[in-house]
């Protein structure tokens, strides 16, 4: 089974920050890695797919690069609707394994 | 519209079954697979299940394969989760979820998820 360890599990940031999230996958997975962010008492939201495609509707201040073992999510200058729980999501092979989540908190 | 909405959670004692339902509208049902993510309080997200558009393939996350069942009715364009054998382990909210292509092979991208149902598993 594939793991997922993303890092760090948490951050602190300010408004307007540059902010970096990684994942890492315990075997090559290729680009097949998805990103989701969650608010408390939402259900996740589709953020970039295929380690590099943004999802329709979300702002272009969010991106995701890598492939094979290694990704990473950036947002550009973090907003204030920004502060929420960050997930990776292998699709290469089931079972689909989650990152542990980063929760994203405000300085 | 895409809408999502996941119904049949609720308090079951271990040991017990209960069957979750999920009524898709705003989308050709038939044409995308649909999975089930679960949350334990305060944990993070859990893949559980996925099915294919016809519902050929499906595929289960080890922690509870043998026990729980998922399948769907193209005609009601419903997705359901049976889950048999419950362990308080499995309480969580459970999200059903629409795959991202419309090819009605698995991708495993959800890209709309509904709002979540609450399962409960304690005597």
């Known amino acids: 089974d594939i793991q997922m360890t993303q890092s760090p599990p948490s951050l602190s940031a300010s408004v307007r920050d540059r902010v970096t999230i990684t994942c890492r996958a315990s075997?090559?997975?290729?680009?097949?890695l998805n990103w989701y962010q969650q608010k408390p008492g939402k259900a996740p939201k589709l953020l970039i797919f295929?380690?590099?495609s943004l999802q329709s509707g979300v702002p272009s201040r969010f991106s995701g690069s890598g492939s094979g073992t290694d990704f990473t999510l950036t947002i550009s200058s973090l907003q204030p609707e920004d502060f929420a729980t960050y997930y990776c999501?292998?699709?290469?092979?089931?079972?689909?394994?989650f990152g542990q989540g980063t929760k994203l908190e405000i300085k | 519209e895409v809408q999502l909405v996941e119904s049949g959670g609720g308090l079951v004692q271990p040991g017990g079954s209960l069957r979750l339902s999920c009524a898709a509208s705003?989308?050709?049902?038939?044409?995308?697979?649909m999975s089930w993510v679960r949350q334990a309080p305060g944990k993070g997200l859990e893949w559980v299940s996925v099915?294919?558009?016809?519902?050929?393939?499906?595929y289960y996350a080890d922690s509870v394969k043998g026990r729980f069942t998922i399948s769907r009715d193209n005609s009601k364009n419903t997705v359901y989760l049976q889950m048999n054998s419950l362990r308080a382990e499995d309480t969580a909210i459970y999200y059903c979820?629409?795959?991202?292509?419309?090819?009605?092979?698995?991708?495993?991208?959800?890209?709309?998820w509904g709002q979540g149902t609450l399962v409960t598993v304690s005597s």
């Open positions: 979820a629409k795959d991202h292509y419309n090819s009605g092979r698995i991708a495993m991208i959800p890209d709309y």
């Open positions: 705003g989308f050709t049902f038939s044409r995308y697979a």
């Open positions: 099915i294919s558009g016809s519902g050929v393939s499906t």
């Open positions: 075997e090559s997975i290729s680009k097949y």
């Open positions: 295929a380690a590099s």
């Open positions: 999501q292998q699709s290469h092979s089931a079972p689909y394994s």
